[in-house]
């Protein structure tokens, strides 16, 4: 009787043993747990109760193993659901990192194709080039769909080693960049090496590169990095970029030399007297037919004979070609700039309006005010006042232009010197 009744309490556990064994993933399991426990309550309700209790027993242990059977079951599928819910998302969270990962590789490859296009377009057309004018556009395009730049100078070397012309400058107001007589200085001062591509921490985040071909120095890019941007990954794309320019530069330079042999002062660089007048009649005429400003710059050293006379016609003479390498390298080839005289310079710009000739200008006053000439001990500074006129506004032919620019040079030695005078303001 004993051993019946224990049998029967046991019947629905070991049920319940076996659902849970097949965790509700074996169609087979139930089946078995419910015949196991239907077996043993039969055999408990025989013990127990003898041939005549055997109905009621069996009939509670069977309806106590198939009630516990099916709450075990139930219980495994619940249990399975849920793995197969979590693993769907974790299958889903997957998929969507997949899906991020190639829109971003797309991106990628999309912006680098660009970039190679811009590169390709740019090697097809350099050689079509024959001035600085002319390669400027192609430059400033590449600069900004290859580096993704658009605060940048081009500077160009010259022929005989003198200070390098300013090819293209876009939005570097401010910037040691700005002219190379302070981008120069800057990285001299710094210790860092013109000849070797640099990235410059101070006195901003930019990147400087010659560009050259073989041993020699063509040119000098300068520009400002992107906030955001990598500076190695930069400095690196502007190697490939200097390099695609190099050979057009060597053809230009080659071809102007052969072009300026004729027309330039031995001494400063710039253009000869007999030439300016040419081309002052000629920008004038140009700026009635197509109804645009141009403007005259004359530029007069400051007490250039007292330097004569006190350090000697030779520091005279390195006076002047300083001031014709400092000129050359402010202004675009599309500027016209000539000895006017003994101490005299003139700059022609042409399509130039007041407030932007007037700013160059300044700009120009300044770096001449910051050089400082050694003369054995002595550390000798220079200055210069400058006169501005312009057409139509203060004159209608060449010769007034040019005399309205004298009389406001007049005026801005007159007031003290070492500024700069508009003639619309005397």
Known sequence: MTAGLLLSALAPFLAAMIIFMGLGRKPWAGVLGFALAAGAAFAAAFLAAGPSGLAAGTADSLLAAAALASVMRAAGRS???RGERGAVGERVEQAK??????????LKTDQEEKETLVLYDLAKTLPEALSWAEIRPKLEGAAAGYLGVEEFALYAASED??????VSLRRLEGSPGGSWATLSRCLQEQGLDLARPQVLRKPELAMGLPIAEGEETLGYFYARIPRGGDPAGLLSKAGTFVSEVSFAFRRIRLFQEVENLSRLDGLTGVHRRGDFEERIRYEVARARTFKAPCALMILDIDHFKQLNDRYGHPFGDRVLKRIGEIL???FYETDYVA???????AVILPRADAEGVARKAEAVRRTIEAERLAVGLDAVEVTASIGLAFFPRDASTPEDLVARADSALYRAKSSGRNR???????
């Open 161 to 166: 080693g003198r200070l390098p012309r300013l």
């Open 79 to 81: 249990s399975a659901l």
């Open 97 to 106: 990192a997949a899906l991020a990962e190639a829109k971003a590789l797309g």
């Open 420 to 426: 700069v005078v508009d003639a619309a303001k005397i």
């Open 328 to 330: 050359n390298g402010s």
């Open 339 to 345: 000895r006017y005289g003994g101490e005299e310079f």
